[in-house]
């Protein structure tokens, strides 16, 4: 079975503008939600996507959104860029099953760096 | 709100040298605690779950287990391929996947 897929690996970008980062879930999981990671912060929790809605969201500006399609394919994108936005960013997919809580996998990764 | 601490923050071993990895949590009702590897510049790799005190999974070198405070990773005899950054995580009480992580432990084991 495939992993969990992220496109791209690496991006760089300038202050002020948007990216797109965008994750394939393992095939039959349908909740994908989204971390961000730094040396300083380590990794926090972005928002959750479930049946193309946002389940859960974590304490981050308005800057971040995302949103999940019908294939449960994610997207998350950041607008106006700052300096303090370089990250990994991660994706993660999980099996939900009724309330059952069930493991996430995590892909790869992207790489964003803002000069 | 949830509080995940892991303790040391870094950890040298000579291969061979068994250790313990701590990972304390302070939740409102634990579903269950989750260990990842993750090496650099990758995403993690999910290793354990546990959802209950007294409750206990190994896997090749690794030993996780839980109590009602805390979670213990022991390594047993590591290798240099052990070398890692090992992270716990807890989800959240109500529905929902937003996993609280402690800071990571990085280990390296030396031969």
């Known amino acids: 079975k495939a992993g969990v897929t992220q496109t791209p690996r690496y991006l760089i970008k300038t202050r002020g503008q948007q990216v797109t980062l965008s994750c394939s879930p393992i095939s039959g999981h349908r909740s994908v939600s989204w971390y961000q990671q730094t040396p300083g912060q380590g990794l926090q929790f972005l928002f959750e996507y479930f049946s193309e809605t946002q389940r859960n969201k974590g304490n981050f500006p308005g800057r971040f959104s995302g949103r999940q399609f019908s294939n449960s394919r994610s997207e998350m994108n950041v607008s106006t860029l700052e300096l303090g936005d370089s990250a990994l960013y991660l994706c993660?997919?999980?099996?939900?099953?009724?309330?059952?809580?069930?493991?996430?996998?995590f892909g790869p990764g992207t790489r964003l760096t803002v000069l | 709100e949830d509080q995940v601490t892991q303790s040391p923050e870094a950890l040298r071993l000579q291969e061979g040298e068994s250790s313990s990895l701590n990972c304390s949590y302070t939740?409102?009702?634990?579903?269950?605690l989750f260990w990842y590897r993750q090496d650099p510049g990758k995403g993690p790799e999910f290793l354990f779950t546990?959802?209950?005190a007294g409750e206990e999974k190994e896997k090749e070198r690794l030993k996780a287990t839980l109590t009602k405070k805390e979670s213990f990773l022991h390594i047993t005899a590591p290798k240099p391929e052990d070398s890692a950054t090992y992270l716990c995580?807890?989800?959240?009480?109500?529905?929902?996947?937003?996993?609280?992580f402690g800071g990571g432990t990085r280990v390296l084991v030396k031969p």
């Open positions: 939740v409102s009702g634990l579903r269950g």
């Open positions: 995580a807890v989800p959240p009480k109500a529905a929902g996947n937003k996993l609280t």
């Open positions: 993660a997919s999980s099996l939900v099953v009724g309330s059952s809580y069930n493991e996430q996998f």
């Open positions: 546990l959802y209950s």
